[in-house]
């Protein structure tokens, strides 16, 4: 690498935010080339975001040395501008950096600091409005806009100024689909200008596809640095950060072993480029000795399954009463189907092996047994709640058996359309009829750093805009989260809190840190704030009408038109 390619470097940094008795940089020490792609990963934690605070000059390491384009970062107040000028930061939660009354003037702001024109300012401001689509709210307050809408003006902030790099905190949180896919198209454009992009992300599967480069950190320092394919395929580094390999190299790496594809091709970046690997397979070659294919070949009768697919609990109780009624209820209706389960939590199926001696199966060991059957056609119907982590990997899983079998279908989750959001709804009230004025029921869903974590956020709205304005949802792991909660609920000034689990089973979560004892459940912080607090552990899945909706979704699943697999 040469040294005039290096855009940031940072040598020997420490940063502590309590007087150097712990460090969140400790002795980091790294190179950033223009023009590249970088996703830094790792826990929460582990200074991603303190070093992106001292890269934009926020913070100024308490040792070591910060070097901009060659040069030692200067502190002074000229030096700073200069720096926030070429190095711009949209923070993850837009809210701490919108501040102006309208969106036109939040544009304007920075670029005229800068000393430009009115005129020239003007028009640069009217050309990024145009590229991030955000013509239709650019006299809005900029406190009136959605989440996703202040991501769009948070960025559009930065870009306005023209800078040589530009720094993104987890740019897709808690954004819905349509404007994940608009922050993404806009990080596209930044690359396509040569703007050298630094991005702090969790999702693997889309730094393996974007990211020229990945970067692990870990207690304050690199732990790795490498091409996309170098860190994924290094267990241990991975292992270390709680990171898993992306689901399109995973089912690569699996299918090179079975001798289905090559190692000597390209390794694919996303699932895209595999399924064009699969669909090039001629049909005898992927057959093997697939029980599946034989029957096809030999005009056997199909022979068809729904495998049921669960994150799992290890509470034999409400597993009785929420996944084997769910699991019961489809075999009642689907009597000509075979029915499978697999559970995706590998903890909780390694935990009840441990204690019982019993296995549950896996989704690529219940493939495997259902190939082993004779099964030829496959429906996959999910009990997760939302379309998030698991069911993708789980998908991604189950197409990895495509050339195996005649056909594959999916049923959807819990909530994918509006229809199903507005069975759910009428699914609560019911189960809480007795619902006062003066009380609020708060239901409890896990929460996930996936985009479709704006479910959540969005179904909150709607029980109020349907009427139910003492209906409150809220997650463990993401937003809206106990904090939010609490203040929204101190507004409402209720008599008596009731608390639900938003989960198809009532386990560990809403055993234990819904209605546990301990000080940081979400019944003792209720209780701490003088509510009187009532806990309903019922599952989702022992709601009848939810256990209807899954079915109806394996209704919608069979009308589908089977995909397409490799003829010879």
């Known amino acids: 690498m040469r040294e005039n390619d290096v855009i940031l470097k940072a040598d020997d940094l420490y940063f502590s935010y309590d007087d150097e008795k712990t460090h969140s940089l400790n002795g980091l020490?790294?190179?950033?080339?223009?023009?590249?792609?970088?996703?830094?990963?790792?826990a929460n934690g582990s200074g991603k975001s303190t070093f992106f605070l001292c890269c934009n000059g926020i913070h100024k390491p308490s040792s070591g040395t910060l070097y901009y384009d060659g040069k030692p970062v200067d502190y002074t107040r000229k030096g700073l501008?200069?720096?926030?000028?070429?190095?711009?930061?949209?923070?993850?939660?837009?809210?701490?950096?919108?501040?102006?009354?309208?969106?036109?003037q939040e544009i304007s702001f920075g670029i005229l600091n800068m000393g430009v024109s009115e005129e020239t300012a003007k028009e640069e401001v009217e050309a990024i409005i145009d590229e991030m689509e955000i013509t239709p709210y650019r006299s809005k307050p900029t406190h009136a806009l959605s989440g996703g809408q202040k991501k769009q003006v948070s960025i559009?902030?930065?870009?306005v100024m023209h800078p040589e790099v530009i720094i993104l905190d987890e740019p897709s949180s808690a954004l819905d689909p349509k404007h994940t896919a608009l922050v993404n198209h806009a990080v596209e454009q930044m690359t396509k200008k040569g703007i050298t992009v630094m991005m702090a992300t969790h999702d693997v599967n889309y730094a393996f596809e974007w990211a020229d480069e990945i970067v692990l950190f870990k207690d304050g320092k690199v732990l790795m640095q490498g091409t996309p394919v170098e860190v994924f395929s290094n267990k241990r580094a991975l292992d270390e950060t709680n990171?898993?390999?992306p689901a399109?190299?995973?089912?690569?790496?699996?299918?090179?072993?079975?001798g289905i594809l090559k190692t000597t091709l390209p390794v694919p970046h996303n699932l895209d480029a595999l399924e064009q690997y699969i669909s090039e397979i001629p049909f005898a070659a992927a057959s093997g000795n697939s029980s599946g294919?034989?029957?096809?070949?030999?005009?056997?009768?199909?022979?068809?399954?729904?495998?049921?697919?669960?994150?799992?609990?290890?509470y034999d109780s409400t597993r009785k009463v929420t996944i084997d009624a769910i699991e019961k209820d489809i075999a009642d209706t689907y009597p000509d189907y075979h029915i499978y389960r697999a559970w995706t939590s590998k903890m909780i199926l390694s935990k009840i092996k441990k204690r019982d001696g019993i296995h549950y199966d896996t989704v690529k060991e219940a493939f495997e047994r259902m190939l082993a059957d004779g099964i030829t056609d496959v429906i996959v119907q999910p009990t997760h709640v939302i379309n998030g982590i698991e069911n993708e990997i789980m998908t991604e899983e189950a197409l990895s058996f495509s050339p195996q079998f005649s056909s594959i279908r999916f049923g959807t989750p819990v909530l994918t359309s509006f229809k199903d959001n507005e069975c759910l709804i009428h699914a609560i009230v019911d189960e809480f009829p007795d619902l006062s004025k003066d009380e609020v029921l708060v239901l409890m869903g896990h929460g996930t750093t996936h985009y479709a974590n704006?479910?959540?956020?969005?179904?909150?709205?709607?029980?109020?805009?349907?009427?139910?304005?003492?209906?409150?949802?809220?997650?463990?792991?993401?937003?809206?989260?106990?904090?939010?909660?609490?203040?929204?609920?101190?507004?409402?000034?209720?008599?008596?809190?009731?608390?639900?689990p938003f989960m198809i089973v009532a386990?560990?979560?809403?055993?234990?840190?819904?209605?546990?004892?301990?000080?940081?459940?979400?019944?003792?912080?209720?209780?701490?704030?003088?509510?009187?607090?009532?806990?309903v552990l019922k599952g989702l899945g022992e709601y009848k009408e939810i256990r209807n909706l899954l079915i109806s979704h394996i209704k919608e699943a069979m009308r589908e038109k089977a995909p397409k697999r490799a003829h010879p």
């Open 29 to 42: 020490s790294l190179e950033i080339q223009k023009g590249k792609k970088i996703a830094f990963m790792g």
């Open 81 to 104: 501008l200069d720096l926030r000028k070429n190095v711009g930061i949209v923070f993850q939660d837009p809210d701490n950096q919108l501040f102006s009354a309208s969106v036109y």
């Open 156 to 159: 559009a902030d930065i870009l």
């Open 243 to 245: 990171l898993t390999a």
């Open 248 to 258: 399109a190299l995973l089912l690569f790496d699996s299918l090179c072993q079975k």
């Open 293 to 314: 294919f034989h029957a096809i070949q030999n005009n056997a009768a199909p022979k068809r399954a729904i495998l049921v697919v669960s994150f799992g609990t290890s």
């Open 454 to 500: 704006s479910i959540y956020a969005a179904l909150d709205y709607t029980f109020k805009d349907s009427g139910y304005p003492n209906i409150f949802l809220g997650t463990v792991e993401s937003y809206p989260g106990m904090d939010s909660l609490l203040n929204m609920i101190r507004e409402y000034q209720p008599r008596r809190v009731i608390l639900a």
């Open 507 to 535: 386990g560990d979560h809403a055993n234990n840190d819904m209605a546990g004892d301990n000080p940081d459940s979400w019944k003792s912080r209720f209780e701490a704030e003088g509510y009187a607090v009532t806990c």
